[in-house]
């Protein structure tokens, strides 16, 4: 649930052959640009589709040298003496976040859950308050945009504008099998060098979807395309560095509010089974990555919840351990914080292994609400971490309502005061 991309973006004319900067590519399969990096840099290989400049020599898989960031895998963490919450149950090793002490994800890892989190993406991680207030508080990033299928599987063809800028033209119908990766790299190559941990977001989508796979009407080919889809994009960052891609929304919002499946080209064409080819496809594409169903309105112990853990239950009976998690979004009114544990109950009580609140944001951000959501994640052993949809009200995609933990000038809100607080 985002703002819909620009079809059409303008920029700068580039520098055509210059030399890749640290973190940035500099090689890996269908890759074009250049393979050269700045002095004192090494090309390292992370994968077939992916290689980054590095600094420093004979370290080929060494991330950031930031202080604060895990040179080797560190233990699944153990839950510290002051907590009265038990670890949670879900996922097994899971590298420990990069944040400051005292910050939320400090606060929230102490009492046993994972991450604390928030959605980023370029145009964010280019503000430098918003950069040191994730550094800082935040130990988990969701890209808000950049790896839905229309941001990497959609075609812009470049033209000179004019003498000083290229304009990127949308040629939709012509990108299949064309993927592009330049947003979706910018957030992973940041999340990877400051420490953070990423739920990749998200691969099968009815929403923010090109058309030419919606006017796909035959089985085979709309299974080939899911398949190639999912394999390309979680392929390309699995086992990457620290396999910081903790966890993917594999499939987002496919619920009608009545509990059965939305009306999208996946159902039309596949039926139910799109479920069970999309998680499997994930799972070969990233082994180590805990696969999720995503949705929102699960805000009350409702027909959509009832027909998701119905759902959850019926896919992973048929296929044991296709669907490792659920999510729920928590775009919330005022008020709605009340119901929060009931519904958190209610989905730990599916056959899954996780739970996760991932894009949470609350109208008017009252400090009640946001601590019951909170306090509903702590009691409830299958949660395993928070995501709020933004950082500060200036950037959320539903701006207005001022429903972040930090206000338009990236100063903590009483929300955030009161999380501190009772964490
Ligand atoms: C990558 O390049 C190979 C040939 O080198 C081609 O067969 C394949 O379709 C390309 N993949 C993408 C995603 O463009
Ligand atoms: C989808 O199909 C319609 C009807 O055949 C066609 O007009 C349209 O161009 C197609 N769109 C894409 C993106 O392929
Ligand atoms: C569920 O809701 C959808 C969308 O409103 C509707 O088309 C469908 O008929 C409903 N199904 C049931 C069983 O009520």
Known sequence: ??????????????????????????????????????????????????????????????????????????????????????????????????????????????????????????????????????????????????????????????????????????IDAASRGQFSFGNADTLVNWATSNGKLIRGHTLVWHSQLPGWVNNISDRATLTTVIQNHIQTVAGRYAGKLLDQILAWDVCNEIFEENGTLRNSVFNRVLGESFVTIAFQAARKADPTAVLYINDYNLDSVNSKVNGMVSLVNRVNQANPNTIDGIGTQMHLQAGMGSTSQAVLTALAAANVKEIAVTELDIVGAPSNDYTQVVRACLNTPKCVGITVWGVSDANSWRSSSTPLLFDRSYNPKAAYTAIANIL
Not at 53 to 72: H, I, L, R
Not at 81 to 106: F, M, R
Not at 122 to 131: D, K
Request: a neutral charge; proline letters at 9%.
């Open 1 to 170: 649930m985002s703002k819909l991309l620009a079809l059409v973006t303008l920029a700068i004319a580039a520098n055509s052959v210059a030399a890749v900067g640290p973190w940035g590519q500099c090689g890996g399969l269908n890759y074009s640009g250049s393979t050269q990096c700045d002095a004192g840099l090494n090309c390292v290989k992370l994968n077939d589709w992916y290689s980054q400049c590095q600094p420093g020599q004979n370290q080929p898989t060494t991330p950031a040298p930031t202080t604060s960031v895990p040179t080797t895998p560190i233990p699944t963490p153990t839950t510290p003496t002051t907590t009265s919450n038990p670890a949670p149950t879900g996922t097994g090793w899971v590298p420990v976040p990069s944040a400051s002490a005292n910050g939320l994800q400090d606060k929230l890892y102490k009492r046993g859950k994972h991450y604390f989190g928030a959605c980023a993406d370029p145009n964010t991680l280019n503000i430098a308050s918003n950069v040191a207030v994730l550094q800082r508080e935040f130990g988990q990033v969701t890209p808000e945009n950049s790896m839905k299928w229309d941001a990497v599987e959609r075609t812009f063809h470049r033209i000179l504008h004019n003498f000083r800028e290229l304009m990127y033209v949308d």
